[in-house]
T-cell receptor, first 114, second 113 residues
């Protein structure tokens, strides 16, 4: 079965370090989303792309977060510098776009910033 | 703006009980409505969806009906199983030119044997 692949599955780092999370969307999908999940805030949309172009990153702290799609098979989410409040599960999802289309989620990256 | 409100959990039920998880929405245009489920340690996966008023989505014994008059999309199941224990998310997407899917905060469901 086609699936969205995220790496790493777990990441423990110290405050101030750079963190890079990677996502391989399903081949042929033209939309990619980054979500952050915490107990307090639930599922927050950080950024999304259509045909590799960023359409909305208003949910992302711009001073430390950046999201890119260097090619159709790779999406990245970077945090620099990381802070303890960034500790969360980060999900990537991809889809075909359009009305009523569903998203396919990866298994997430569990990030702990000490 | 667009938003989804769902009942807070956790919800704890005994096996074979009837389940309802309430979901209401606010949206411009004509949204598609979804229920996603998240099992422990996994990403979300689509459970069911409905794309127009009065449509009923169903899967694995779960059902939800798109009610435009009450802006609701409540999830129901007649007899729950221990394996249904998970977090359930109500979500919407709109027809207004973007592909964003807006999620509710999720409802954790515990089923006791």
């Amino acid at each position: 079965d086609a699936r969205v692949t995220q790496t790493p599955r777990h990441k423990v780092t110290e405050m101030g370090q750079e963190v890079t999370m990677r996502c391989q969307p399903i081949l042929g999908h033209n939309t990619v989303f980054w979500y952050r999940q915490t107990m307090m805030q639930g599922l927050e949309l950080l950024a999304y792309f259509r045909n590799r172009a960023p359409l909305d990153d208003s949910g992302m702290p711009k001073d430390r977060f950046s999201a890119e799609m260097p090619d159709a098979t790779l999406a990245t989410l970077k945090i620099q510098p990381s802070e303890p409040r960034d500790s969360a599960v980060y999900f990537c999802a991809s889809g075909l776009g359009g009305y009523g289309e569903k998203l396919f989620f990866g298994s997430g990256t569990q990030l702990s910033v000490l | 703006g667009n938003s989804v409100t769902q009942m807070e959990g956790p919800v704890t039920l005994s096996e074979e009980a009837f389940l309802t998880i309430n979901c209401t929405y606010t949206a411009t245009g004509y949204p598609s409505l979804f229920w996603y489920v998240q099992y422990p340690g996994e990403g979300l996966q689509l459970l069911l969806k409905a794309t127009k008023a009065d449509d009923k989505g169903s899967n694995k014994g779960f059902e939800a009906t798109y009610r435009k008059e009450t802006t609701s999309f409540h999830l129901e199941k007649g007899s729950v199983q221990v394996s249904d224990s998970a977090v359930y998310f109500c979500a919407l997407s709109t027809t207004l030119g973007d592909d964003k899917i807006i999620f509710g905060k999720g409802t954790r469901l515990h089923i006791l044997p």
